[in-house]
């Protein structure tokens, strides 16, 4: 079982929480899992313990710790639900990169492995997109990522490996954001764009209604194995 605890803010200003899992025996690579705007719930400590039995560690931050923290909600509670988009309204991207780096520093120094991974999901999904093109993480995976067709101004800075998970039915990401993400990346040979025909937001969850089993099996393989061929 992993175990909450706190890593220094980039800049040594206050402690992030983090749920962290961590394998058997020495790892040498980690993964950072990045949550929806629901924050660190029972369904995303669960991604961080499927990681650590594959033999990563794992850690999920808290994107929220600077107005809300601890803040554990569900996408199937509609009071939740609008809780997490108000959240979400609050959030700075750029403080989640910073954090992003902080965690990619605390693993590296602290827990002494040599290669890190991201996987985030919606907001996650972003922040998976802003890593691969802002930060030195070594390889980065983003499930039904948001507002990504509105920053491929930067994806000439993307010099590590990125994979897209693009649901074709997301009522979050409509179709033209998904053809402009296609236009602006599909040439990118550092990324891989895979399309979800007919699922929407949310499909690989690991808890609740939105999981689609056969879409994030898929979805989870084709993660494992980029991950495994760039981490290890």
Known sequence: MGE?????????????????????????????????????????????????????????????????????LSPDVPEQMQEAFGYFQQYDADDGVKDIEAAIRWLRHEQAVDKVGLVGFCLGGRLAYMAAARTDIDASV???????????????????????????????????????IHDGLDAHPKVTLHDYEGLDHGFAAELGNRRDEAGAQLADSRTEAFLAAHLK
């Not at 394998?23 to 991604?47: L, M, T, Y």
């Open 4 to 72: 909450k605890t706190t890593i220094p803010e980039f800049h040594g200003e206050g402690e992030i929480p983090v749920y962290v899992a961590r394998p058997e025996g020495q790892s040498e690579a980690a993964i950072i899992v990045v949550p929806e705007i629901f924050g660190v719930n029972e369904g995303i400590r669960q991604k961080c313990e499927n990681w650590a039995n594959k033999g990563y560690v794992a850690l999920a931050p808290d994107i929220f710790w600077r107005f809300a923290p601890g803040v554990e």
């Open 142 to 180: 983003g499930y039904y990522g948001v507002m990504i067709d509105q920053m491929l101004g930067e994806a000439h800075a993307i010099a590590n490996p990125l994979l897209l998970h693009i649901p074709t039915a997301d009522h979050f990401v409509g179709p033209e954001a998904q053809k402009a």
